[in-house]
């Protein structure tokens, strides 16, 4: 009898797991997952411009110790199941020592690592740093099929671990590969250092944070070096283009090295000073009053100050007054 029972559970069991089965069947498949058909690779030139101006980011735009560059360029080409790095998750080892170190050494073992494991990286590519703000860098890759995306990141320097890159780009449209890709960057913070400043100390996130686009009210934090209250959306911090190069028979994959034109302003650039971002006036909260200064029964003067923390830029509000005075009794007449 207990034989029974127990078969008889098992076909209710099986006819409950069919009926779900069934339930599930019924849901819609989705039709709208891109799928690269094209039969050949590619080759592609990616070219890194830097906008980061003092014009158009002037508030404590580092001039010195180290001045405002990029680092260099770490890309790969993968399936669209990798991400070397991706908005509101939280950054790898890899990425955190590259954004706030520039080290690259762990971050090149985990895209080798998730190339070995599940074969979603295809290549690896790299641009030589920009020594300036301003400037390019220039490097060459090969996508096929099933590695049809693109996804890169370039430290910003100096900062405490904030970056620019793009995660996941898809080259291929279908059954042919795009002819050209251009992308406007903005900052990213990692997430693993609370620095808010391009030259703040090292201080850990802890817990760490998600990554999250650094915005110009965002975080919402006057010493923010990318907190511009007046400005919607801040100006472009970089820019991408991606062109596809006719074949040949040498494949190109390593970086173009540095040239001295990388350092000469390109017809961009100047366009790029245009944008002049303005900057208010900052002061300091007034000091205290001063002493009462006045002959004893008559009335005095006392005063207070206050002093600038940021210098107005590109048209923004001027500095209000420094000092105020105001008539007193002195009184400490004996």
Partial sequence: MNTTKYVLSLCRLFVMMLTLGQGIHLLPVPTDIPMCTASETAQYS????????????????PVYRPPAQWSNLIGVTHSSDYHMWQRNEFASNGVREFTEKGEAWTLMKE????????????????????????????????????????????????????????DGIDLCDGDHWKESVSLELFPYDAGTDSGFTFSSPNFETIPQDKITQITSSY???????FFYPRLKHLPPIAKVTITKVKKSNQILSMPVEPTQSNQLPTGNEIEDKLINTPLDCEVSVWSPWGLCKGKCGDSGMQHRTRYIIMHPANSGVVCPLLEEERKCFPDNCL
Avoid: C
């Fill in 219 to 225: 975080p919402s934090h006057p010493a923010n070096s």
């Fill in 111 to 166: 895209v080798e690592t998730a190339g070995e494991r599940i074969q979603s990286v295809y290549g690896i590519l790299s641009a030589p740093a920009v020594v300036g703000g301003t400037g390019q860098m220039n490097t060459q890759f090969e996508v096929f099929a099933r590695h049809s995306y693109l996804s890169f990141i370039v430290r910003i320097i100096p900062s405490p671990d904030w970056f620019v890159g793009m």
């Fill in 46 to 61: 990616l070219t890194f411009t830097g906008k980061w101006s003092q014009a158009a980011f002037p508030k404590q735009y």
